[in-house]
Structures are given as structure tokens and as C-alpha cells.
């Protein structure tokens, strides 16, 4: 009896050797993918940060509301530079 008891206990022995050498594995094997999913997601991240500024830019630089509002303001700069020298020329008599 003892023996067999001695045999169930070895038994019992390896085997949680061998679960906790599996779980070792799958927990280094998980740790290897958490890292890889981490460099990926790095690299997609700073391939959209480098993208999107480019396409915003040439949105925003194409737009005809952009347009318009650049003649609007150098139209406005002209008309004030012509009111400040209309009224400095009224000021001297």
C-alpha cells in the first residue's frame, strides 16, 4: 500500500512538474504576443500621426472656404492700408 501510495504521489509529482512547465511555456508564449501586438501598435500608431497631418493639410489648403478666406483677408489688408493713407493724407492741411 504504501508503495502504490509512493507511485500515486511521484505520478502526482511529474505531473504538476509537467502543468506547471506547460503553464511556464503559454505564459512566455503570451508575454512574446503582448510585446509583439505592442510594437505593432507603436508602429500603426505613428504611421497614422505621420498620415494624418499630410491629408488635413492638403484638405484644408484645397478647400474653396480656405480660398475665399485668404481673399477675404488680403482684400481686407489692401482696403485698410488704402483707409490709413487716405487719412494721413487728410491730416496734413
Request: aromatic residues 6%.
Amino acid at each position: 500500500m504504501a508503495r502504490a501510495a509512493r507511485a500515486a504521489a511521484a505520478a502526482a509529482e511529474r505531473a504538476t512538474g509537467e502543468a506547471a512547465a506547460r503553464a511556464e511555456e503559454v505564459a512566455r508564449q503570451a508575454r512574446e504576443a503582448a510585446a509583439a501586438a505592442a510594437r505593432a501598435a507603436e508602429e500603426a500608431a505613428a504611421k497614422a500621426e505621420a498620415a494624418i497631418p499630410a491629408s488635413l493639410v492638403k484638405k484644408i489648403i484645397s478647400s474653396w472656404e480656405f480660398i475665399l478666406f485668404l481673399v477675404a483677408v488680403f482684400l481686407a489688408s489692401v482696403f485698410a492700408a488704402v483707409a490709413i493713407s487716405v487719412g494721413l493724407s487728410g491730416l496734413i492741411p
